[in-house]
Every structure is written in structure tokens, then in C-alpha cells.
């Protein structure tokens, strides 16, 4: 008989994921809110400041890169479906980095980001205009985080907000 308690706290765990009336299941995974920034390949990025400006007041965020990678495929035995193909991931060439703003508004702010490179020479200065957006991590049918801002620093170091 311990079975049926066991049982029913199971069921009732397992209805606690999902939205009620819906048949989504959304995770408790979230997004901080914050700006990512992505340096294009052919610009030797080695770190990043931005400054962010809204409501009468700006602020600075260090933005830590790191190089960017990719995953390319391997080559894939031929034959039976139950094959495993495999990839490896292989260096861009560019940078990416985020800036956690845990109060980043949903409304239109000024971004002035500058990217220096490994002897402190700068190699991108540019101001956008932008609004973040907030980020759906579990899909659109689940609870929005963030808000979040992305930024594209180009090879000739113009920086845009990518749509």
C-alpha cells in the first residue's frame, strides 16, 4: 500500500510543470536580463565596455569576451539508421560576450559600445538606439524573460542591433 502516496505525490509533481489548462510543459529555466554582444571574425576583440543611457542617467558595463565557436559536422557512416554521426567544434574567428543589467528596461535606450583589442588599441566605437526585448527561453507559449539587447560589432567596427 505505500505505493498509492508515492504515487500521488508523483502525479501532483509532475502537473506543477505545466500551465494550467494547457498542454506546454514550460521549464523553470530563465534568461537574465542583459546585452549580448557578438564580434564579427577579422576583428581581434580581445575586450569590450558598454554604456548604457535611459531614463536621464548612463552606466557602464565591463563586457567580457570569449572566443566564438561553431559546430561542424563530421562526416556520417553510411548504412543503418541507427548510425552516430558527430561534430566538432571549430574556433570563428570572431568574440561573443554578455553584460548582465538586471533593471534593463523595455523601452527605448541609448548602447555606446567600444571594443579595444589585445594592446588596448580601440577597433569599434558606435552608439545605437535600440529596445530590448524580452527572451522566451521555453518557447512563446511559457513565461518571457530577460529583457535582452544584442549587439553586432561588423569587421569594420560598426555596431548594430540585428533584427
Known sequence: MRFVPVLAVLLVAGCGALPAGEGVQCTAIGAPAGVNVDVAPGLAADAAELELCWGGSCRSHDVTLRPATTAVPEECPTG?????????VRPTGGAYGFAQVADLPERNLSATLTVTGPDGARLAQDTVEATPHPVFPNGPECDAAGPQLKLHVAVDGSVTVPR
Do not use: G, I, L, N
Open 80 to 88: 543503418a539508421p541507427d548510425q552516430v554521426c558527430s561534430a566538432q
